[in-house]
């Protein structure tokens, strides 16, 4: 008696069952397909078959495709690697894509020939910079103190590579974690041959390279070194995912969900951010100097080191008058406000006792409008005024005092700017025994070279390399 009689089907449902058994097992490998008696004994879900499916496609796929495009693969379709198509948009959060950086990723993703900057340019270090804040949030979220970008004090070689992009006490046994985040791509002609072969090849190698770096020095200050590295598609290394799993389940404790869906909003944000940070490069390169595209793309990864850079510096300086200082406050407005947050850095107690939102705004003194006024900074006093104009009402619904921090591409700053730091020396200047005059040259010094840093670095990566 057959399988078929014994469950009591009828000879036309087991000839058809048996037909449709013979085109799945058309459309899988030899080694997944499946007999009569495993699919009657063993039901299986329909994702389960689905998979066996997608599994032949991406083998045919694989075997036709170059050995770059094989890399690609490799790492874009690793575990973990295509959380950031899950996440929910939300500006709110600073997380989603708009309509340019989406087409953008999903071309590069599907390995669709684009070109990105030179190494060393403003992208790559914006890229970096938003992943260590999104680590550094998740970190927060999870109840899970830390610092970021600790090493400035060492010599100057160690500062060069610091040791900790985000510090975190009492990570391991105890012992501080010193996290170096870090981005490979699979492409480099170096592994080339073994990341289209093993995923994560190149997130392991640079893991090792940061241990090579870092591991002497942590150990020095008692830290533990740990390199969170990945690939430019989305596939974490084995130390990433081991700590990240590690976070991942704080996080569940802390928001009280389970841990799955704290891993999924862990890696979810952690990938958005690499995925658009790769998206606004590849747009702020794929047209040349000049073109209208190039011009008004707002979120291109030079302006954004730059603005970031400019930032971080005028915080840190902020802190070392001991003043209490929060970076990028207007998140949780509404949509609409997103886009022009009114504190870039909010200072508690500046202005009688009155917070103040400081908003820096890089602007050009070579636009058609400043070209014909002879007047010095009238770039910077026309981005004041435009600050003011967006944001002055919603900070006085919100008690602060808004401040712009208006500084022309060549380094004039405008009047609002020159009064702050002129304040802020004097502060600065106080606490540290300083003479005023080569306090506010620091000033000056450090976020004007910040500033030229980001301009020339910006020029060097209009050259169209490969970004991964």
């Not at 609002?416 to 000056?444: H, N, R, W």
């Amino acid at each position: 008696m057959s399988s078929f009689s014994m469950l009591g089907f009828a000879t036309n449902t087991s000839h058809h069952l048996l037909r449709s058994l013979d085109h799945f097992n058309a459309c899988v490998s030899p080694a997944e397909a499946i007999s009569i008696d495993e699919l009657l004994n063993s039901p299986m879900t329909q994702k389960m078959l689905s998979t066996k499916i997608e599994n032949k496609q991406f083998q045919l796929l694989f075997d036709a495709s170059s050995i770059p495009n094989r890399s690609r693969l490799m790492s874009a379709s690793s575990n973990l690697a295509a959380f950031w198509l899950s996440v929910i948009p939300s500006p709110g959060l600073n997380l989603h894509l708009d309509t340019a950086e989406f087409q953008t990723a999903l071309k590069w993703w599907l390995g669709i020939d684009m070109f990105g900057g030179s190494r060393y340019n403003g992208d790559v270090v914006s890229r970096h910079n938003q992943l260590t804040n999104a680590f550094f949030e998740s970190c927060r979220q999870a109840g899970v103190g830390g610092q970021m970008e600790v090493g400035r004090g060492l010599g100057r070689d160690e500062r060069r590579t610091r040791p900790a992009d985000v510090l975190v006490p009492n990570w391991d046994l105890g012992k501080p974690a010193a996290f170096d985040l870090t981005v490979a791509s699979p492409l480099n002609q170096s592994i080339l041959n073994e990341a289209c072969v093993t995923p994560g090849s190149s997130a392991r190698v640079s893991e090792q390279r940061k241990h090579a770096s870092n591991d002497v020095k942590c150990s020095e200050l008692g830290w533990s070194c740990i390199p969170l590295a990945v690939e430019t598609y989305g596939c974490w290394g084995a130390e990433a995912r081991l700590h990240l799993s590690r976070l991942a389940s704080r996080l569940a404790a802390r928001l009280n969900c389970s841990k799955s869906h704290a891993t999924s909003t862990l890696y979810g944000r952690l990938n958005l951010v690499l995925v658009r940070a790769n998206a606004r490069a590849l747009l702020s390169r794929a047209y040349g100097v000049g073109s209208d595209i190039q011009l008004n793309y707002r979120h291109g990864g030079d302006v954004v080191a730059r603005h970031n850079h400019l930032r971080d510096i005028f915080a840190n300086f902020c802190r070392r008058a001991h003043l209490s200082v929060r970076v990028e406050v207007g998140y949780g407005l509404a949509r609409d406000h997103v886009n022009s947050r009114p504190a870039d850095v909010l200072v508690q107690g500046w202005d009688r006792e009155k917070p103040a939102a400081f908003d820096v705004t890089v602007a050009s003194p070579l636009t058609p409008v400043t070209l014909n006024n002879a007047s010095t900074s009238v770039g910077a006093a026309a981005a004041e005024l435009r600050k003011h104009v967006a944001n002055d009402t919603r900070c006085q619904e919100l008690g602060w005092t808004c401040i712009p921090l208006a500084v022309e591409t060549y380094g004039n700053w405008g009047m609002e700017a020159q009064s702050v730091f002129s304040c802020l020396t004097s502060l600065l200047a106080i606490g540290q025994a300083i003479l005023k005059p080569k306090m506010l040259g620091d000033i000056y010094g450090h976020l004007n070279m910040s500033l030229v840093r980001s301009v020339a670095r910006a020029i060097m990566g209009r050259e169209n390399v490969r970004i991964g």
